[in-house]
């Protein structure tokens, strides 16, 4: 007959009780806190002292020697961080232009940055989204034809050889002479950076199953398509996501790029155009942390649905 010890349940040891949150969360801000922090307390170190040894010229000879008093080290130090016009901005005052731009205007206003940051950011997602769907296309049709990956495969490697700034201004110029202008001809110019990777690591991607499992396709007498919905896509997503990273920051470039030869008015590009013909360098600078912002953001998104798309695949 059993007894109570018998039929009772086990105590767990410590060995067996699973680890707590805390723990968990100490050992993931370690892995990854920990080092960006350190880099970015390097980097801002660096930035404070190039900023210094930039500016110490203007600032002896505008600031300084004007005021006709002595001055040392201390006054030098403080005159190169405080510079109205300085070659090369300190992170603080980058800091305060753009709390100022957030803070002191409306969101619609051309002094708001996050007006920009909307400019530039329809122009990248559109352009984004035809650079996909264009690559995907042709990534298919050079998979399952020969004669168009010879035909097309080198035109494509070689459309990249061909710098941006080349290209923007002639496809700015036909587009506009169609009577397309505005949006159009800047995510052209982003789905032009974007379509290229995607191509490639979908040509790649496509071409990854092994000959057993496309035989296997083939007993079940499978056609083309359904091999490449029900084999090839599944097994090139791990393939497009990193292209798509790459896609998305290439074509937020793109974009910023063509705001620059057509004197746009609104967008991170134009904001950089504006702050360098008025000598600017404190706006030009808040542009340029603004957008790579909004590049952490993008790629951000689209690594957030590749965790949601491959998660399964990661599963034990």
């Not at 110490?56 to 000879?61: H, L, Q, V």
């Not at 603080?92 to 206003?109: F, K």
């Not at 470039?253 to 702050?275: D, S």
């Not at 808040?286 to 790579?292: F, P, R």
């Amino acid at each position: 007959m059993a007894t109570m010890t018998d039929t009772a349940a086990p105590v767990p040891t410590p060995a067996t009780v699973p680890e707590q949150s805390p723990g968990r969360s100490a050992a993931w801000l370690q892995a990854h806190a920990v080092p960006v922090t350190v880099v970015l307390a390097a980097l801002l170190l660096v930035w404070y002292g190039a900023a210094w040894a930039m500016n110490a010229p203007g600032a002896i000879e505008r600031v300084l020697n004007v005021s006709g008093n002595p001055w040392g080290w201390q006054d030098l130090l403080a005159a190169t961080l405080q510079m109205e016009r300085p070659v090369l901005p300190a992170p603080h005052q980058v800091a305060m232009d753009l709390w100022s731009s957030l803070v002191d205007w409306p969101v619609n206003s051309p002094r708001n940055l996050l007006y920009h940051v909307a400019v530039t950011g329809e122009a990248t997602l559109v352009g984004f989204v035809m650079g996909t769907a264009l690559g995907l296309v042709l990534s298919v049709l050079i998979v399952h034809s020969r004669t168009l990956e010879r035909a097309l495969l080198p035109w494509i490697v070689a459309s990249q050889t061909v710098p941006v700034l080349a290209i923007a201004p002639i496809v700015l110029v036909i587009l506009g002479s169609l009577g397309f202008a505005g949006l159009a001809p800047k995510a052209v110019i982003a789905m032009y950076l974007c379509f290229f990777p995607v191509t490639v690591a979908m040509v790649q991607g496509l071409r990854s199953p092994q000959v057993i499992e496309t035989e296997m396709l083939h007993t079940y007498a499978a056609s083309r398509w359904q091999a490449l919905w029900l084999l090839r896509l599944p097994a090139a997503l791990p393939f497009l996501f990193p292209a798509l990273r790459v896609g998305i920051a290439a074509g937020l470039v793109g974009a910023m790029v063509a705001e620059l030869p057509t004197g746009a008015t609104a967008g991170l590009g134009a904001r950089l155009l504006t702050g360098s013909y008025y000598g600017n360098t404190v706006a030009i600078w808040s542009a340029l942390v603004m957008s790579a912002l909004l590049g952490l953001t993008l790629t951000a998104a689209v690594a957030l649905v590749e965790q949601r798309v491959l998660r399964h695949r990661r599963q034990p």
